[in-house]
Nanobody, 121 residues
Framework: AVQVQESGGGPVQAGGSLRLSCVVHSYTWCEYDMTWYRQGPGNEREFVSEIDTDGLTTYADSVKGRFTLSQDNAKNTFYLQMNSLKPEDTGLYYC???????????????WGQGTQVTVSS
């Protein structure tokens, strides 16, 4: 079983920064693909960024150049550094992990409960 916990959200003024964390708790050590999603008020959940087990990152066009995704394998933690925040970045940010390696980790997937980011103008 995998448990995922996000933190680091909060209120911030436009132009400010926040760093979100996504910690993966599991009794088994695994390598994960990790994806950040967000859901703004009245909007559907949307893709923000992802990182695979090779460290390759992908970003939504709306956050490119402002957000940076990284990982600390020793801590089983992923970070989303968010700079130059805009009011439209407001939303509940979720992380999802998918176990990739070793093969026994396939199916070790999980979602966190989300952390709220509120950007005021």
């Amino acid at each position: 079983a995998v448990q995922v916990q996000e933190s680091g959200g909060g209120p911030v003024q436009a132009g400010g920064s926040l760093r979100l964390s996504c910690v993966v708790h599991s009794y088994t050590w695994c390598e994960y693909d990790m994806t950040w999603y967000r859901q703004g008020p009245g909007n559907e959940r949307e893709f923000v960024s992802e990182i695979d087990t090779d460290g390759l990152t992908t970003y939504a066009d709306s956050v490119k150049g402002r957000f940076t995704l990284s990982q600390d394998n020793a801590k089983n933690t992923f970070y989303l550094q968010m700079n130059s925040l805009k009011p439209e970045d407001t939303g509940l940010y979720y992380c999802k992990v998918e176990g990739i390696a070793p093969p026994a980790c396939r199916g070790f997937n999980g979602w966190g409960q989300g952390t709220q980011v509120t950007v005021s103008s």
